[in-house]
């Protein structure tokens, strides 16, 4: 009778933790007055990738070629109305909205993406953007002022998942400065994770789903009722490190998350609203910056709502959001990042065109991000 006693103790006091861990998941709330208005009658396209650096300044970068002749009408010949014009490719914001900084585009030396996908800012500043484009397939360096620095990969007609002297159609990536390596989300065209030498561009290694070599075999439409797909479908759409070593991937079309060691070898994974077929719910993930890194937030422009995850069992346990036009909606919510402070930004692909701001409304004790993250 006592050990049930016991049982039926330790049992209610795990149910108690978990009550408590979800109530204590953050909480948002969306700050309608931000970005600030750009400059120079500028407007924003597609906004395909956002990134935060250590002074908490935001970096996106957009689309300008997707802008409609009716929103950039003020570049016409003859005008066909005051505004707009494209705002370059990179945009840099201050936490007020601010716009601090702004270049990009085609230049000598390197070969700009033909459609601007991804961002990622290094703990040594330097800025690091890929394409998506039918013939990218390449991943270009930068400093915060613009200056090219490192091209890894070349554009041209599409190969395979096996090819290491490029990438096919690279989504989104992230430095592990310790090790000197850039991990790759590629991507649109291939089935891999790919990792490179952030200083040099040479190659270090790849894997699949699964940690298994990257295949390219046609897989079946999505199904939620059937096994697992044993490929990435297309996009494998980022990649995220954490402090204690995992590697978070998007497998977006298949509704999943996958968490590898840094070597490629699979852990797990969580399967994320599993009903959804569209274009799937896994487009992006930031780790939350307390100090366990407790929350892994995921951006789902199908369903068009960022939720919260517990990291080590992927339950849900909040989220905001819907399909909509009015502040703190989404129309296709394509990418996020998160601040210190445990602000998040997003930004919209499609008719979306636009970055928002959503307050973290809690408690919680943050941690700033070192240099080795």
Same mark, same amino acid.
């Given at each position: ?63 300008? /070629?997707?802008? @409609?002749?009716?929103?950039? =009408? #003020?570049?016409?010949?003859?005008? !066909? ?6 705002? %370059? ?122 940690? /298994?070599?990257? @295949?390219?075999?046609?897989? =079946? #439409?999505?199904?939620?009722?059937? !096994? ?6 297309? %996009? ?138």
């Amino acid at each position: 009778m006592r050990r049930i006693t016991w049982l039926a103790t330790l049992v209610a006091s795990i149910a108690l933790s978990w009550s408590v861990s979800a109530a204590d998941a953050p909480r948002f709330e969306v700050d309608a007055a931000w970005p600030k208005a750009l400059p120079n009658n500028w407007i924003m396209g597609q906004a395909a990738g956002v990134a935060v650096d250590a002074d908490d300044h935001i970096w996106v970068i957009q689309r300008p /070629k997707t802008l @409609t002749a009716d929103e950039k =009408a #003020a570049t016409l010949n003859p005008p !066909a109305s005051k505004c707009c014009a494209p705002a %370059p490719p990179v945009l840099e914001f201050a936490q007020d909205g601010t716009l601090l900084r702004s270049w990009g585009g085609a230049g000598q030396g390197y070969d700009w993406p033909q459609n601007e996908h991804g961002i990622h800012i290094d703990p040594k500043g330097f800025v690091w953007i890929a394409g998506n484009g039918e013939q990218d397939g390449q991943l270009l360096k930068f400093t915060k002022e613009g200056k090219f620095v490192l091209q890894i990969g070349h554009p041209g007609p599409q190969t395979n998942s096996s090819d290491t002297s490029r990438l096919g159609r690279p989504a989104n990536m992230m430095v592990d400065d310790a090790a000197h390596e850039i991990f790759v989300a590629d991507g649109y065209y291939n089935h891999r994770v790919i990792v490179f030498d952030s200083e040099t561009g040479a190659f270090k290694r790849t894997w699949g789903a699964y940690g /298994k070599p990257p @295949t390219d075999n046609q897989m =079946a #439409a999505y199904d939620p009722s059937a !096994a697992p797909s044993p490929q990435f479908g297309n %996009p494998v759409h980022c990649v995220k490190l954490a402090r204690d070593g995992l590697v978070y991937v998007c497998d977006r079309v298949n509704d999943r998350i996958q968490v590898f060691r840094k070597d490629g070898t699979f852990v797990k994974e969580f399967v994320v609203e599993k009903n959804t077929r569209a274009n799937g719910s896994v487009w992006d993930l930031d780790l939350f910056p307390d100090e366990k890194e407790t929350w892994l937030v995921n951006a789902d422009g199908a369903n068009n709502e960022v939720r919260t995850l517990n990291r080590d069992t992927g339950e849900i346990v909040g989220a905001f959001g819907r399909n909509g036009r009015q502040a703190g909606d989404f129309h296709w919510v394509h990418n996020l990042a998160i601040d210190s402070r445990g602000n998040i930004f997003t930004t919209e692909v499609d008719t979306g065109k636009r970055a928002q701001k959503f307050l973290f409304r809690g408690d919680m004790v943050l941690r700033k991000r070192t240099a080795n993250q």
